[in-house]
């Protein structure tokens, strides 16, 4: 029987920042980077990087990083933590003026910040909004000033990596901006404030993409290949209509572009994130004329077009793709090398598990996998 590479897991991750993510790998980094160790590689495609996490810790690493993502805010964080050269000091004072502006009612206060009223409810004639307004009115006046300041793209992409974590810290979420809770959490009340991100000087020459995957994976030469897709819903009573990945997080979009966009819902959305203009092929919950998901074949020639030799994919038990489908497409594409499972509810990493049994752990729910693929031809 082939060794398992979890009997010898020597890589603990290192640190990384993000903000809260409905699909961070924070946990599994361990695992994907001891995977990759064992692979032997030194570049890296991130295809779907999110919030960079993963990124960040290969070029920590020493790796050779490609980061990819379709959202322009995790393309400001990749720009942020992989391509800046210059050290925190040089950020401090700028930093540090940011924080000391006098706040001012602007079109972030207008649709997103509220006061507090009758104690720490909202009261039946306020809106839900994601921040008090004191933080609403410090996010006006620094977003103001980083465009007043005309610093190089970089430059900028590190002060709003800042600027979004701060407002990270004291939002009034679960998480994510498709809906917000209807009493002030406890660290809403706290002050923004920007902090220099734990930037990463490498020697390594690092690259920053903002391309759909399918569009560009026939053409990124790369070791190995990280795959974490986002995720269609098995449910079948879910409707055709629903929010996706580009709504979750469509204020942070606006934080980077400062475009004052058309919004609409409760939760004043852009417009562009609109589950009908925003949907990914990879959450795609229909079928294609050839009665397959329409998920399976783009995760199918995702693989097969990529070229790299070695692809380590990240699935959930809740993705739209099915065990037994997912698992062909990956026996076409080459060798299954390992699979690792992770048990979310119970926050630990089960054993590894053979291609028979991973079907069978699929059918629980809150299961993420991490599949080693050796390709084996294109």
């Known amino acids: 029987m082939q060794q398992t590479f979890l009997d010898d897991i020597e890589i603990e991750a290192p640190s990384t920042e993000g903000i809260k993510y409905t699909g961070s790998k924070l946990k599994l980094l361990p695992y994907i980077l001891s995977l990759a160790k064992k692979c032997n590689v030194d570049t890296v495609f991130d295809g779907f990087s999110g919030s960079t996490r993963v990124s960040q810790a290969f070029a920590k690493l020493g790796y050779q990083v490609i980061s990819n993502d379709i959202a322009v805010w995790s393309k400001t964080f990749a720009q942020c933590y992989l391509l800046n050269d210059r050290p925190a000091a040089y950020y401090q004072p700028i930093i540090d003026h940011l924080n000391h502006l006098p706040g001012i009612d602007g079109w972030f206060t207008e649709h997103y910040g509220t006061n507090v009223q009758n104690g720490n409810s909202l009261s039946s004639k306020c809106t839900k909004r994601p921040w008090q307004i004191h933080n609403t009115r410090k996010l006006d006046a620094i977003r103001s000033e980083i465009d007043k300041m005309a610093l190089p793209e970089i430059e900028s992409a590190v002060l709003l990596t800042s600027l979004i974590l701060a407002m990270d810290e004291v939002d009034s979420t679960l998480g994510h901006y498709a809906s917000y809770l209807n009493e002030w959490s406890p660290r809403s009340h706290k002050t923004m404030t920007m902090r220099v991100p734990s930037l990463i000087l490498s020697d390594r020459k690092h690259t920053v993409l903002q391309k759909d995957i399918l569009s560009i994976c026939d053409k990124i030469e790369c070791d190995l290949a990280y795959f974490d ?150």
């Not at 980077?256 to 409760?266: E, H, Q």
């Open 229 to 378: 897709p986002p995720y269609g819903s098995n449910n079948e009573k879910m409707p055709p209509s629903r929010v996706r990945y580009a709504a979750y997080y469509h204020l942070w979009t606006t934080i980077c572009l400062n475009d004052r966009p058309a919004i609409f819902g409760k939760a004043n959305r852009r417009t562009d994130s609109s589950d009908t203009v925003a949907s990914s092929v990879f959450e795609d919950f229909r079928k294609s004329e050839s009665g397959r998901f329409i998920v399976v074949e783009a995760i199918e020639k995702l693989i097969r077009n990529t070229r790299a030799r070695y692809i380590i994919l990240s699935y959930s038990s809740g993705g739209r793709a099915t065990a037994e489908e997912l698992q062909q497409v990956l026996e076409h594409s080459g060798r299954i090398l390992d699979i690792i499972t992770v048990d979310y509810r119970k926050n630990v990493m089960a054993q590894m598990r053979w291609t028979n049994e991973w079907i069978r752990e699929s059918e629980q729910p809150n299961k993420e996998f991490l599949f080693l693929l050796e390709k084996t031809g294109n």
